[in-house]
């Protein structure tokens, strides 16, 4: 175990694979082939059903034993896949330049490919299949585990193709719309960016954009955008693909009735249109909430406004340069968990102590903080490069939410506790809400007071200004894309307008080189990805909100669990029907969470 001044951690995963040439690994990969060429098989006949099933036909008794019998295989081989792929991952994670993870990683995805076409006829067939013939399926206990998705995805059946329509978009995927993400990641992965005549990768010169120096910050700002300039033709071109792409789709499945590329995103975020509709109002009708953050930053370090390069700095404070080594931080995020509830603060010292968390800067190491789960042994694990700011704590406690979320899921069935991004995004702000809570009760100083109402203010700021800017943008380039390609000008000027709607006169230019330095419009597994930060901010503020509600800490608690124990099996509206009797289709509970944030800003500027 490597350890540096900071006491940061490596990970063990020694339990899921002792290395990448473990013989379980290689056994496990033969086996999913097999497995794959057997379900291969057995599920092509459902394909025939479908027809005849059309037609009219009666189904034969024996199907229902059959759909049943693959369906739980599928199940058992996606939970192995998936764990095979989370290790070579996490190899990767901590070291991007490693060759037998990238031989094997590619191995899995071909699997995983191959194994979609196969068990593609069933899973048609289910979408299609007669009401009463999906009832008898589901009560079979080898597969009732799949409720919730299977009638989630029956919602959409008229914006289905056919059977060999779908398979043809499922295999053109990863050589069209995946492989624009992966060009995305590779021009990121080579880019080379020069500073003060060091010359830097991507990662490392975004991570400059966190730091105290605000002529570095700068000089790195500018380097980036310098960089992706000499890049933009080829970035505007990876998102006129992937969006033409997915529009193309859209169309193709548009035959009884139009599909909306916002519907296909509610319906992956589990939440209704209109409350993807009113979150967004409600948010742009109070977004002086987000320019009083900004303003009160601005005045902390002394500007009139503040430049792009400043939103992600640190407090400027001398307190904020004191590291914090990593013990002290899980002592910190322990002790504001157990607040809510000594499960949950013993949970954060498990997860140090079992070595669950790699924070350890290692070279060739992927940027990025995220929380990933082992399917097979239903174990959480955390990924950070931790450096010891007050920021980075803030980030390791909203990984361990995630992490948190997982471990009180762990003895569901593996489908009922895979939620969508909106409510996985609510776990993690609610434990950065805790820990900061904490933390400030613990204050003795204003300074350290100020050290914590700036993450306040900073998050304010993000979420509720920055992320609508990305939610825009997408939007309006969604529509453009409609008419043609755009142009790398174009996309400019499509990000302006957006910074200009949301910002305002709050900073003192806008970033229009962002459609292609920030990843997230380029990952091709998802469209939309920005606004679930947002929903899970307001969404999770609103059920801290409820705390004094409650008798006491333990039954606030226990609300918290049962909600977090729903969210693989709900939509958003039903759960927070079902546990907190409101509607957030309606702009007041997003209002409520709304005032949580004021009351955060407003201690920030009394302070100041
Ligand atoms: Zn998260």
Redesign the pocket.
């Known amino acids: 175990m490597k350890s540096d001044h900071l006491n940061n951690t490596t990970w063990d995963n020694s339990k899921i694979y002792s290395d990448l040439k473990d013989p379980k690994l290689l056994s496990d990969i033969e086996n999913a082939k097999s497995t794959i060429g057997t379900l291969k098989t057995q599920c092509a006949p459902f394909a025939q059903w479908i027809e005849k099933m059309e037609e009219g036909i009666t189904l034969p008794l024996d199907l229902l034993g059959k759909a049943t019998e693959n369906k739980r295989m599928a199940l058992d081989l996606f939970t192995t896949l998936w764990s095979a792929k989370t290790y070579v991952y996490s190899e990767l994670s901590t070291n991007a330049l490693n060759e037998t993870a990238k031989e094997v990683e590619g191995k899995l995805s071909a699997l995983f490919d191959e194994f979609t076409l196969a068990v593609q006829p069933l899973n048609v067939f289910l979408t299609k299949a007669p009401e009463s013939f999906v009832d008898d399926y589901l009560k079979d206990p080898r597969v009732s585990e799949t409720h919730f998705q299977l009638r989630h995805q029956r919602k959409v059946e008229e914006f289905s193709l056919s059977l060999a329509e779908e398979k043809l978009a499922s295999s053109l995927e990863s050589s069209g719309l995946h492989a624009w993400g992966k060009l995305y990641n590779a021009i990121c992965g080579s880019m080379k960016i020069t500073l003060d005549g060091e010359e830097m990768g991507f990662a490392k010169a975004s991570g400059l954009l966190r730091q105290g120096d605000r002529t570095k910050r700068e000089a790195a700002y500018k380097a980036i955008n310098k960089a992706w300039t000499t890049h933009q033709e080829s970035a505007a071109a990876i998102l006129n693909g992937i969006n033409g792409q997915r529009l193309e789709m859209n169309k193709a499945r548009s035959q009884k009735k139009e599909l909306h590329y916002l519907d296909v995103s509610c319906h992956e975020s589990r939440i209704t249109r209109n409350t993807l509709n009113t979150l967004m109002e409600t948010t742009y009708k109070k977004r002086e909430i987000g320019h009083r953050a900004l303003k009160a930053m601005a005045k902390l370090m002394d500007l009139k406004t503040l430049a792009p390069w400043d939103t992600l700095a640190p407090a400027p404070l001398k307190s904020s340069s004191n590291a914090i080594p990593l013990d002290e931080a899980i002592t910190l995020i322990s002790d504001a968990f157990s607040k809510l509830s000594p499960e949950m603060g013993e949970f954060a010292q498990m997860m140090h102590k079992n070595n669950w968390i790699d924070s350890l800067p290692t070279e060739a190491r992927g940027p990025g903080a995220y929380c990933t789960k082992f399917a097979s042994v239903r174990e959480p694990r955390v990924f950070m490069t931790y450096t010891g700011t007050m920021g980075n704590v803030i980030t390791l406690a ?1 990984e361990l939410g ?1 992490a948190y979320h997982n471990w009180v899921m762990k003895d569901l069935p593996l489908t009922e506790a895979s939620y969508s991004m909106t409510l ?2 609510t776990a ?1 702000i609610f434990a950065e809400t805790l820990v900061k809570k904490s933390l400030l009760e613990k204050c003795e100083s204003r300074e350290e007071k100020l050290n914590i109402l700036w993450q306040d203010a900073e998050s304010a700021a993000a979420l509720l200004i920055n992320i609508p800017t990305r939610f825009s943008f997408e939007e309006s380039l969604v529509e453009a894309r409609k008419e043609r390609p755009q142009s790398s000008t174009e996309m400019k000027a499509l990000m302006t307008q957006a910074w200009k709607k949301w910002y305002g006169d709050t900073v003192s230019e806008y970033d229009d080189m962002f459609w292609a330095s920030k990843m997230h419009f380029s990952i091709s597994s998802i469209g939309f990805y920005n606004y679930p930060y947002l929903f899970g901010y307001l969404f999770s503020l609103g059920i801290y909100g409820q705390k004094d509600k409650f008798d006491s800490t333990e039954e606030f608690n226990k609300l918290y669990l049962n909600i977090l124990k729903d969210t693989g099996t709900m939509m958003a509206e039903d759960l927070i029907k079902k546990h907190l009797g409101q509607d957030i289709e309606q702009e007041q509970f997003w209002l409520d969470s709304l005032s949580i944030v004021e009351e955060q800003i407003s201690a920030f500027e009394e302070l100041l």
């Open positions: 909203h995630h996985a995004e993690s």
